[in-house]
């Protein structure tokens, strides 16, 4: 079934009014995707995103880029990639999102304590969903 | 380029096999374990048949001539690159200069290292594949040694990190046990030369893998299965995945680097679908042989072919949308 214009601007209003960050529609020969621009949605109805955390919170958050399963083992492996209290550098990869038959790692953006993992194995996320929460070193820049 | 710096045990360059000069006694060769072969080249864009190198044993450790994306499939390996750990299945982006660690084998028993581009060793007779018994092909036809440059066409095109499910996940037998590797067989030539009782004992064993167990072959033990009566053939022309019962009754799996002919009975074959799992069954392990039919074998082989589309589809459709960013 082909996808015409108007169905993706039916989408794209759908995600907009649910609040949704991003679809990926996935058929035999098809493939969509669909990302709301973040700033214009604050700018549009200002909820305050309650997972980053208080204001004056500088922790930086782990977030997915892709939408599948979060895993935060490898499941040939016992232990989580990370833990709370864990130094982790810029880059450590912090889960896994998978995707049919491939696993997409998530990233520190930057170097620092592992605060909280904050999705759940198994849970559904999406482009943008936080998780894990990272205090960052001081003299650290993020990589983002 | 390639620098190999350490090795333990046979090595080799394999690509998928050479198929066009068993008629002349020349064998397969191949990776052990072809599937994850197959799923290595698959996620570097490569030529599914594009040669990599097959690891038997740890620790190992190479290190890398130029930027190029590279993957790691096949046994549960604990490997570093950099000092960054490498989690199993995983397609990553080496640097100049990186050098890639396999520490430890935790699981399987092969591991593969596939480069973008594959390993550019020379075609000889239509296959990259090291042939031992030959000695050509791969490299210098023989194991690599600590120092050996292996030529590589990669390209220096960078590419996101990604993992692949193990396959051992992905095709999971409902009936697998953990210590025990079940594969498929149908029965072959001299099935009927064994009474009753004997073909029972070949099905119900629990067959110990020896050390005597490489890639030119699978020595088994367990109870003595022996046929009615001696049998004595003429040599005759046998593949990889056959299982021969020598006079001593311990079944022997011809595998990737077997003569291309044999005069023992034959009980039954490996399916082709299944090979891989028994070269991933580790010494000291053990083996179970489950019966199958021809049509049933042969439905494997589509499940195989279904299972590697899927992860291309899988590929391209992540690929596009890490592009799409």
Redesign the interface.
């Known amino acids: 079934m082909p996808i015409e214009m108007t169905d993706v601007e039916r989408l794209a209003q759908i995600l907009e009014r649910s609040g949704v960050d991003a679809i990926?529609i996935?058929e035999?020969g098809l493939?969509l995707?669909l990302?709301v621009e973040k700033s214009a949605r604050m700018a549009a109805s200002p909820t305050p995103a309650a997972a980053a955390g208080p204001a004056t919170d500088h922790s930086v958050l782990a977030k997915a880029?892709?939408a599948g399963h979060f895993l935060a083992a490898?499941?040939?492996?016992d232990k989580p990639f990370v833990a709370p209290g864990q130094r982790i550098e810029a880059g450590a990869?912090v889960g896994?999102v998978?995707?049919?038959?491939?696993?997409?790692?998530i990233v520190a953006p930057a170097a620092g304590t592992v605060d909280a993992v904050i999705a759940e194995t198994g849970a559904t996320v999406g482009y943008g969903t936080p998780i894990a929460r990272i205090r960052p070193l001081a003299e650290s820049n993020p990589i983002n | 380029m390639i620098e190999i710096l350490s090795v333990t045990g046979p090595a080799s360059v394999q690509d998928l096999g050479r198929f066009d000069q068993y008629r002349f006694g020349v064998g397969t060769s191949g990776a052990m374990d072809d599937v994850a072969l197959r799923v290595g080249n698959i996620v570097l864009g490569n030529d599914e048949n594009a040669a990599g190198i097959e690891i038997p044993m740890t620790p190992f450790k190479l290190r890398f001539g130029r930027d190029m994306a590279f993957a790691l499939t096949g046994a549960?390996v604990e490997a570093e690159i950099a000092g960054r750990a490498i989690?199993?299945w995983w397609r990553l982006h080496a640097r100049a200069g990186d050098i890639l660690n396999i520490k430890a084998m935790?699981?399987g028993a092969r591991s593969y290292l596939t480069v973008s581009g594959g390993i550019d060793v020379p075609v000889v007779l239509g296959s990259r594949s090291t042939q031992f018994r030959g000695e050509f092909g791969g490299l210098h036809g023989r194991p690599l040694l600590p120092g050996d440059s292996l030529p590589c066409t990669a390209s220096t095109t960078t590419i996101g990190?990604?993992?692949?499910?193990?396959a051992d996940?992905?095709l999971a037998r409902s009936n697998a046990a953990a210590d025990e590797t079940i594969v498929r067989v149908v029965i072959a030539g001299e099935y009927d030369a064994f009474d009753a009782a004997t073909q029972e004992l070949f099905w119900s064993s629990s067959w110990k893998i020896t050390p005597q167990s490489n890639r030119y072959g699978y020595r088994l033990q367990g109870p003595a299965v022996k046929p009615k009566a001696p049998i004595e053939k003429r040599s005759h022309g046998i593949v990889p995945g056959v299982i021969q019962i020598p006079p001593n009754g311990q079944p022997i799996i011809q595998m990737r680097d077997a003569q291309t002919s044999g005069g023992y009975p034959k009980i039954a074959t490996v399916i082709r679908a299944d090979l891989w799992r028994v070269g991933q069954a580790r010494l000291g392990g053990r083996l179970r042989f489950e019966q199958t039919a021809y049509a049933d074998a042969l439905a494997a082989e589509d499940g195989m072919s279904a299972y590697l589309d899927?992860?291309r589809?899988?590929?391209r459709?992540?690929e596009?949308?890490?592009t799409?960013?």
């Open positions: 990926e996935e035999p493939s995707k990302v880029n892709v490898h499941p040939w492996r990869i896994l998978k995707i049919g038959l491939l696993y997409a790692p | 549960g989690p199993p935790s699981c990190e990604l993992g692949i499910e193990p996940i992905t899927r992860l589809t899988n590929v459709l992540v596009e949308i890490r799409c960013r």
